[in-house]
């Protein structure tokens, strides 16, 4: 049984540059979400995709910007970065938008 | 903002059961409660779900109040290998169906 795979797994970027973050969904999802998670705290969702479509989006802003693929796989690019976009990233795969998600293991970006 | 209201840490005895608490008194009726854990920052790991009814599985019990503001999630025997960070989530069944996490109670299972 494939998982979802994150890839980089880790990764030092500096202030004011972009990076991109990349998914690999579990075989068969259709809809992928992005979580934030800081030090200490619970996972914050970024966006969602369904069918390549995003249709939900929390409390970030437009710097933050994904795309889903037709093999479902998806990224999570950001732009602009800021020292307080330093998190764990994580990526979550769904069998369709109602079913429960099966997370990743995460990218942690650290911002210098 | 989170949903979710839940202690900060708890610790229990290897072989014991594991009782967990979480508030979400401004619960709505189409949401359901959700658990999973997040054993030292690898991804969030699924354990159980329910909407009204009480949940069992091979992981845990889910024990939801009659008025659904309050859920208990029990693991049976905890093991060592149980202690992490537990999350108690709500999630819509309409919409972006996305999950909205607390900041979860740490578990610390002790030999």
């Known amino acids: 049984e494939t998982g979802v795979t994150q890839s980089p797994t880790h990764l030092i970027k500096t202030r004011g540059q972009q990076v991109t973050l990349r998914c690999s969904s579990q075989?068969?999802?259709?809809?992928v979400s992005w979580y934030q998670q800081a030090l200490g705290q619970g996972p914050q969702f970024i966006f969602q995709y369904y069918r390549e479509e995003e249709n939900g989006r929390g409390n970030f802003p437009p710097r933050f910007s994904g795309l889903q693929f037709p093999n479902y796989s998806s990224e999570l690019n950001v732009n602009a970065l800021e020292l307080d976009d330093s998190a764990l990233y994580l990526c979550?795969?769904?069998?369709?938008?109602?079913?429960?998600?099966?997370f990743g293991s995460g990218t942690r970006l650290t911002v210098v | 903002d989170a949903k979710t209201t839940q202690p900060p840490s708890m610790d229990c005895a290897e072989g014991r059961a594991a009782n967990l608490p979480c508030n979400h008194s401004?619960?709505?009726?189409?949401?359901?409660v959700y658990w999973y854990r997040q054993i030292h920052s690898q991804g969030p790991q699924y354990i159980i779900h329910g909407l009204k009814n009480n949940e069992t599985n091979e992981m845990a019990s889910l024990i939801i109040t009659e008025d659904r503001k309050s859920s208990t999630l029990i693991l049976p025997h905890a093991t060592l290998r149980d202690t992490a960070v537990y999350y108690c989530?709500?999630?819509?069944?309409?919409?972006?169906?996305?999950?909205?996490f607390g900041t979860g109670t740490r578990l610390k299972v002790l030999a």
């Open positions: 075989s068969g999802h259709n809809t």
């Open positions: 401004t619960i709505s009726g189409n949401e359901y």
């Open positions: 979550a795969s769904s069998f369709d938008i109602s079913y429960g998600y099966t």
């Open positions: 989530i709500v999630r819509a069944t309409s919409g972006t169906y996305k999950y909205i």
